[in-house]
């Protein structure tokens, strides 16, 4: 049996739930490998076919959505025709909302996110669009190598015609700090750390807030051309800015911030939006 293989052939934006580190923003890079015979053209499929048809597939199930374990502890969902309501609780006891319209959420038939279950669970429908002569498929998902600082984080932009209005999806990011023309490594670190698993909010998408449990909450709600989206996410896993959260405005966000902290030094902010591109800021 012939083999035919892409790697990176596309990468994943999403965001899950952790059942300890509550909502997190990740992106994964695909790779496939498609088993069959060989057709009249000798030839398994078309590469130029591969990418566009599996990509495209891939996008419409699982980029930039919240990607939900449907058999994990403390969950809830109930829906109406126009919007879906998941609420999830943590280890720890924190209480999540999502609402959104179904096409934001992808619920996975098992009792955690991984990127083993996600490829378990998209491998059957992405099968049913390959020709007749593709026999088996195999799916890898896999993180991107980062020998550098890096940081995860959910958000969601209103003003976006695509996907990227949806409430919940996020990244897995480098980010990359100069200060005086110097690499510095400290910055970086510190960035990471206090944006870890970080959910960046524009504050005038805070619609209320509440106290459930002696913990404080963000309700943020916003109409996008999809539908009504809607969040309630601990404060503690927040950090609210008041522009929208682009990649472009993070990095000028971050640029101000250690310029704020250090007035006499110039700094040169490269701020990634998962996989190989983003913005650079310098001050």
Known sequence: MQALFVDNLTVIDFAYFHPERGIVGESLILDVTLFGELNDEGMLFDFSFVKKRIKSCVDSLVDHKFLVAKQQAEIEISESPQHLNITLKSTTGDYYEHISPHEAV?????????PETISTAINSEIMEILPDNVK???????AEDIQKDFYHY??????H???????????????????????????????AEIWRDIYLATEEDIQDTKIINGQKYYVFRYHANQGMFQLTIPQNDCHIIQTDTTVELIADYLANYLKAKKPDSNFKVKA????????????
């Open 106 to 114: 992808y619920f996975v038939d098992a009792e955690s996110v991984t």
């Open 136 to 142: 088996k498929l195999t799916l890898g998902l896999r």
């Open 154 to 159: 959910s958000h969601g932009l209103k003003k």
């Open 161 to 191: 015609f695509g996907d990227c209005q949806r409430i919940a999806h996020g990244h897995r990011s480098k980010i990359e700090v100069w200060e005086n023309e110097h690499y510095a490594p400290d910055w970086t670190s510190h960035i």
């Open 272 to 283: 990634y939006e998962g996989v190989d591109k983003g913005a650079i800021v310098s001050v």
